[in-house]
């Protein structure tokens, strides 16, 4: 009787708390149901309208973060934008360099001319992305090393850029002085990278303009555009679902519905150990 007694007292308890779990699913549901025509009902535009708005809202806190304000982020993003829609390299791949930069201690305003001279360079040599962040890890490497080193110089010069005449040329020596100076420590980073870059600018300067305006670059372009389009008038859909999702967060970390859950868990152990008992 009192193993039957105990049965029955678990079942009780294992009812009520499955009516207030299933209440809870039910209200999980029902927002679920909200979320879902929102974030499926644009099907293709899906990814412009709440991937690249999360993107955005993420680069805009690290830009923030590196740059110590919010009106430098903006500044950053606006330069950002309009210079990928001019150029045949997309918004996102900027974003990246842009961060590698600033992490290697670049200054905000040598960002766009920077990247302009690197992009003319990447342009001419493969106008590929992945060549961009060759070119700036390499000057990333060499600014945080505070001088010129082998290294960074074998790197830039596999990426095709000619960094060791470029040196030679502006600081007019011999390539071998140029590297014997490197070898013993002699040439300051700041001062070569302004050099490598105006190099740059030299021999590869209006390429990047130039690739724009194929086929392949207005497809670039016509992406960036599209997607920034996209992605702004989807702004007030991304905050609503963001504000859902949000809501969701507090009802399932409420501490009544975790007791809630505690206590099913417990009463579902003693509904199965007095069964088994008996």
């Known amino acids: 009787t009192n193993t039957w007694h105990g049965v029955g007292k678990a079942g009780r308890s294992f009812i009520t708390d499955m009516m207030a779990m299933t209440r809870m699913m039910l209200i999980f549901g029902a927002s679920f149901a909200i979320l879902k025509p929102i974030y499926d009902g644009f099907s293709g535009l899906t990814n412009a309208v709440f991937g690249f708005n999360a993107s955005l ?3 805009r806190i690290s830009f923030t973060t590196m740059l110590g304000s919010g009106r430098a982020a903006e500044k950053m993003l606006n330069d950002l934008y309009n210079f990928a829609a001019k150029t045949p390299f997309e918004f ?44 700036i890890l390499a000057l990333g490497q060499m600014q945080a090393k505070t001088k010129v080193t082998g290294e960074e110089m074998r790197q830039l010069a596999e990426a095709g850029i000619p960094a060791w005449q470029i040196l030679a040329d502006a600081m007019d020596m011999s390539v071998r002085k140029v590297m014997d100076l490197s070898e013993k420590g002699l040439i300051p980073a700041d001062r070569a990278i302004e050099q490598l870059v105006a ?80």
């Open 57 to 59: 809202e993420q680069t």
């Open 92 to 135: 996102p791949d900027l974003v990246i360099a842009t961060q590698r930069m600033l992490a290697y201690g670049f200054a905000a305003e040598d960002i766009i001319p920077t990247l302009t001279a690197v992009g003319d360079a990447a342009a001419g040599l493969g106008a590929s992305p992945e060549l961009i962040n060759r070119i």
């Open 199 to 278: 190099g740059m600018r030299q021999r590869f300067g209006g390429l990047m303009a130039l690739q724009a305006t194929t086929f392949t670059g207005l497809l670039s372009t016509l992406r960036d555009v599209s997607r920034m389009a996209i992605a702004e008038l989807g702004k007030p859909f991304f905050g609503l679902a963001k504000q859902s999702v949000a809501a969701l967060l507090g009802i399932f970390d409420n501490p009544q519905i975790m007791g809630a859950a505690r206590r099913l868990s417990l009463n579902l152990s003693d509904f199965f150990r007095n069964v088994w008992a008996r």
